[in-house]
Each structure stands twice: as structure tokens, then as C-alpha cells.
């Protein structure tokens, strides 16, 4: 493998990616910016590749017009955050729950009365998290931060419940091709032989995982809960931000998006040129790059119908895990974190390490423990 001095360029931004929003405070609070200037420059630089390198790595003529700056990339990052329904559900969803959080708050309130504290957590967790399939994460999230605020918990109560849920709306949301761009993807390259990959394909072959893995994120979230007090949630004015917080936040995630998409296409090449070739066990571990890059794009990148169940499971597991590890991960964490202000810093201090825990959990049970049960939808 020839290696190439534009490859450091590109490791470099995913450093950076990494580090930059913990080291330096304007980037904190300029993410989706920063983001979207890291992937404009990634795609620069990938657009420096010679069609020497391209063709060492099997690139068509096509495939080599797609590499670097192009109409179809920008388009597409364009186009895609509003086709795929996800900006179009910020804003309608925001709106819907600007004029309904009055209600929403009473009918909260008046739960929380009569019914334990942890309960709720864990329903909510655990409901959230199997409909996301269903209801698409994005809108599982929006919910999910709705009815966070209506929980009578301290702030970092509410981080902490925020950021185990989004794992499992994360994880959730792959049980169908509508839950996720992932999943969607992953259908699609599966759809011919030998799978035949159909529309319960993901839930036959992934559910023991993903149902296992949002009952103990519920658990969980039941054990972070603590001992809540009984008191009547309100979010003041302020707090709501009005119909411009609603606009706002749908604009910062059609940019987070918009970087995202920058970015995945701005590394394929060196994720065609390191991460193709190794290992199922390794490439699981390597994937925890998830946590920074559109996981979409990953799995375009890596799945194939030539590889064998164990390699697919392995694979998925790996991205939807890792994803829930730092904002940039996936939509959910990018929702929510933008909607109740959490910084990388807090994030990083709960999803890290319940996320190297849980990749530790199922690297062992995916590739050493022969019990799977597969379901036949």
C-alpha cells in the first residue's frame, strides 16, 4: 500500500475533529461552523489525489470524477438534509411542541404524581428507543428533549438521562430501513444476494442486540436518575427560547448535517485505503471513528454481500455503538445537545466511557459467545 503525504492532511482534520472542540472554547461554542469548515477542507484536499493513486485503489472513471470537489457533492449536501426528512422534522416538530409544551407540561406534571420517577426514565428510554425504527430517531430525539424538560430533575440529571438515551435511540433506530440514513443505506447494499436483504432483514438479524441493548440503557438510566424529587417542572420563556430558538435550531442542524456529509466524503479515501482490507475484529474497534463522521457514509463504505453474517453484525454494532459517543456522532445527539446546550466536554465525560464499556460488551458477545437468536419477520 503506497502511502500518500495527502493522507496526513485528512488524518489531521479527524484529529482535529476530535480534539478541537475540548481544547479551544470558540469551537465549543462554534461546533456546527467548525464542522463545516473541516469538511470543506477535506474535501479539498481529497480533491489533490492523483488518478494514479485513485486507479491503485480500484476507482473507476466515475468513481475518480466523485473524489474532491464536484456538483454531485455539492448538491448533495445541499439537498440531502431536507430529502431525508431530518430538517423538515426539526422545524415542524419544534413548532408543534412551541405551542404544545403547556399541555405537555401539565400532563407531566400530573404524572409524576402518581407514578415513580425511574419508571418514567426507564419507559421512556426503552419506548423511545425500539420506536425510533418506527418514528425515525430524529423525531425520537425531539421527544426525547421534550419530555426531559418536563422532568423535575437537575441539570445534570438531564444530561446524563439525555445522553443514555440517545444510545438507545441510536441503536433503535436500525431495526428498519426508516428509522435511520444507516439502516437505509445497509438495506440497500444488502438487497441482492445472498441476503436478499428486505424491509425486517435489519430486525431478523440485529434485534437480540439492539432489544438487549435499550433495556439496559433504560436500566440505566433508572440507576442515574437517583433519588428525584417530586416537583412541578417549568420552563420559562426564556428557557422555551420562542418561535427564533425553533428557526435557529433547525438551521445549526441542517449545517451539522451539510459537515457531516462534507466530511464522510472528503475521507473516502483513506477510509477505501485503511480500513477495507482489515479485520472484522479490528475494523470493529476502528469504527469508534463513528463518533466524529457520518456513519451513513461508513457503512456505504465498508458493508458488502460478500461478507459473512458475524462481519455484518460486527460492523453495524460497532458504528451504531461508537455513534453515540460524541455529538457529532449522529442526529440524535446533535438534536439534543443543541436544544439543552450540552457542551463536547459533558457529553465526552458520560458517552466515552459508557460507550467503550458497551463496544467492550459486544465485541465479546458478537465475536466470542455463540448465542444469537434470529427473528423472522
Given at each position: ?20 472542540p475540548f481544547m479551544v472554547k470558540k469551537i465549543e461554542h462554534n461546533l456546527e461552523a467548525f464542522l463545516f469548515v473541516m469538511g ?160 425486517f432483514f435489519l430486525f431478523n438479524q440485529l434485534a437480540i442486540y439492539i432489544i438487549s441493548g435499550c433495556l439496559a440503557m433504560g ?159
Amino acid at each position: 500500500m503506497q502511502f500518500d503525504p495527502l493522507d496526513i492532511g485528512l488524518f489531521v482534520i479527524v484529529l482535529i475533529v476530535l480534539v478541537g472542540p475540548f481544547m479551544v472554547k470558540k469551537i465549543e461554542h462554534n461546533l456546527e461552523a467548525f464542522l463545516f469548515v473541516m469538511g470543506v477542507l477535506a474535501v479539498t484536499i481529497s480533491s489533490f489525489y492523483s488518478k494514479e493513486a485513485l486507479e491503485a485503489l480500484g476507482y473507476s472513471e466515475h468513481q475518480m470524477e466523485l473524489i474532491g470537489w464536484n456538483m454531485e457533492i455539492v448538491m448533495e449536501a445541499v439537498k440531502e438534509p431536507i430529502i431525508k426528512g431530518i430538517v423538515p422534522a426539526v422545524l415542524v416538530a419544534g413548532l408543534l411542541f412551541h405551542y404544545g409544551r403547556s399541555y405537555a407540561q401539565r400532563g407531566m406534571n400530573s404524572l409524576t404524581q402518581v407514578v415513580p420517577a425511574k419508571i418514567i426514565v426507564f419507559l421512556i428510554v426503552v419506548i423511545l428507543g425500539l420506536s425510533s425504527s418506527i418514528i425515525t430517531a430524529i423525531i425520537a430525539s425531539l421527544l426525547l428533549v421534550e419530555l426531559m424538560n418536563c422532568m423535575p430533575f437537575e441539570r445534570q440529571t438531564k444530561i446524563n438521562l439525555i445522553i443514555i438515551a440517545c444510545f438507545s435511540i441510536g441503536l433503535g433506530a436500525v431495526l428498519t430501513p426508516v428509522g435511520e440514513p444507516l439502516s437505509t443505506i445497509a438495506i440497500t447494499k444488502l438487497q441482492g444476494e445472498p441476503y436478499n436483504a428486505g424491509f425486517f432483514f435489519l430486525f431478523n438479524q440485529l434485534a437480540i442486540y439492539i432489544i438487549s441493548g435499550c433495556l439496559a440503557m433504560g436500566l440505566l438510566a433508572m440507576f442515574f436518575t437517583g433519588k428525584a424529587k417530586a416537583m412541578e417542572c417549568k420552563v420559562s420563556e426564556e428557557e422555551d427560547g420562542g418561535l427564533k430558538d425553533v428557526v435557529v435550531r433547525a438551521i445549526k442542524v441542517y449545517i451539522f448535517v451539510m459537515a457531516l456529509l462534507l466530511l464522510g466524503a472528503g475521507m473516502k479515501v483513506v477510509i477505501d485505503k485503511y480500513m477495507l482490507g482489515i479485520s472484522p475484529q479490528i475494523l470493529y474497534w476502528v469504527n469508534m471513528i463513528s463518533a466524529i463522521l457520518d456513519n451513513a457514509t461508513l457503512t456505504a463504505a465498508e458493508l458488502s454481500p460478500a461478507m459473512s453474517m458475524t462481519q455484518i453484525q460486527a460492523v453495524l454494532m460497532g458504528l451504531l455503538i461508537s455513534g453515540g459517543m460524541l455529538i457529532p456522532g449522529n442526529i440524535p445527539n446533535i438534536t439534543s445537545a443543541g436544544k439543552l446546550g450540552i457542551s463536547s466536554k459533558e457529553w465526552a465525560k458520560l458517552g466515552v466511557p459508557l460507550g467503550l464499556i458497551l463496544m467492550a460488551v459486544y465485541f465479546v458477545w458478537i465475536f466470542f459467545i455463540p448465542f444469537h437468536i434470529e427473528f423472522h419477520l
